[in-house]
């Protein structure tokens, strides 16, 4: 069976139109293309008014908001915590992070596979593929918004034998004998 859109004028079979219950045949006057062209449009000329309603719609809707948050959220909570943890054990991809540590680290696309990053162990300098997670934390280091500089290790091996690892508290010792022997020589403090 087909239909006339009312927009376009042409004949389209009906499953080219939405469905409309409240019609008399069933389905919308104008067919889906027209409907999605209308909406293109619509957002286009009306970002503003669509940015204001929305705005508005947070405003007054808070606790329905955050009800309809939870009940996803407990319904869908497995899903998450597993896609979660998926996402951040996997290998980090180049396009994701490469350009947020180049400053910062030697990166390069893993030569097998071009989507994934990689980067050079600490100590033994070789490259690897580290998780998302360990980029993350990287980044979050960098940023000074956790303590430590969780550099990259290809292995916790590499990890316990890496000298710069253990500069950070070897410094602080040098700099408390230091102030010691200053303090003996009254020179400061
Ligand atoms: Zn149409
Ligand atoms: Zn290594």
Redesign the pocket.
Known sequence: MCKL?K??G?E?ELSKFHRDKTRVDGVYP??K??VKEYGKEYRKTNIKKIRESKKEYRKTNVEKIKEHKKKYYKSNAEKIIDKTKEYRNSFALYNTFAHQISYAEEVRQDPENEQLLQVKCTYCKEWFNPTSQSVITRIMALEGKIKGELKFYCSNGCKKLCPIHWQKNILKIKNLMFRDLYKKSGLIW
């Open positions: 859109c927009k376009c042409l389209k104008q067919c293309i027209c």
